[in-house]
Each structure stands twice: as structure tokens, then as C-alpha cells.
């Protein structure tokens, strides 16, 4: 599957394959995932470039897309795309790549300065043009919207969890509760 926006100067530098998992239970539990993420290598050939100039980053698994700041995968790739080694991201979703836009839009920023293309299992995208840009900061915009989702969901989740705790505990102390609600 050949896309147009691949050029030779792409093709001159290398594919870099970036592999994340958000917690160590979904590297151990989540071996599909993680199997169709190194098979990623195998869309960069498709894509033109050669088994030698494609390089994995895997050292992010287990670590949350959350935030960068233990994400040395992540800062690799960032230097390495800033010092014009890279010309293509893959990951199995852009998300993997950050789930925040302080982290998304700068690394949009520095590819499209240093002609690096993104591609996920959706497509190729160009963050130097509009088009592209406007697409992965739609995806990237979304992702951090699922993080907010998600938390907001665990956050209420537990609330609601010591609410009923208490509520419990609140009738099980007094004198008056009927048989019924004693013991809970």
C-alpha cells in the first residue's frame, strides 16, 4: 500500500516504528496489540522503505501516554525527528504518540519543519501541509478528550463507590435501622 506523499527524501531517512502500552498489565494481557504494533515494521516496507532503514522504539511500554516526562521513547524519537534522521512516524494509532496537545503539537511542529510524515493504521498524514495538520490535530484534540473522559469516568466511578460506603456504614451504625439494613 503505496502512498503519494512518500518521496525519496522520506525514503532517504528512516521509519521509526514507536510501540506504547499505557500500563504493564496491557503489556503482559495484551499480546495482540503489542504483536500488531511490531507489525508495523511490515507497513513501513509496504510504504517503500527498506528492512535496514526501519528502527522500533518500544521503550515507552507500560508507561501512560499522559505525559512525556518519563516517556524516554518519546524524547528519542523527538530528537531524532529534530535532527532530520526520521522520514516517517508509524504508530498503530496516533495516540500512542501523546495523549495530551502540549506533547502532540509540538511534535507536529518539529515534523513538519523537518519533512517527517505520521502514518497510523488509517493513513499516511503530512503535518507540513493544512490538510494534514488539520487531521492530526483532530485525532491528537480527540485523544486528549478520551484522557479527560476517562478520568472524569474512574473519578466518578470511585466517588460514587465512597458514597456508598458511607451511606452503608451510616445505616449499619444506627440504633434505628431495621434488621435489614444492619450488617451491610
Known sequence: MKSELVTPSH???KAVVYIRQSTPHQVVSN??????QYALRKRAREL???EAAIDVIDTDLGLSGASTAHRNGFKELVGRVGLSEVGLI???DVTRLARNCTDWYPLLDICGLRGCLIADRDGVYDPGTPNGRLLLGLKGSI???ELHT???RLTAGLLAKARTRRACGYA???TDAGPERRGR
Open 11 to 13: 525514503l532517504a531517512r
Open 31 to 36: 499480546q495482540e496489540s503489542l504483536r500488531l
Open 48 to 50: 517503500g522503505w527498506r
Open 90 to 92: 508509524l504508530s498503530i
Open 143 to 145: 485523544s486528549e478528550l
Open 150 to 152: 476517562i478520568r472524569s
Open 172 to 174: 449499619a451504625n444506627r
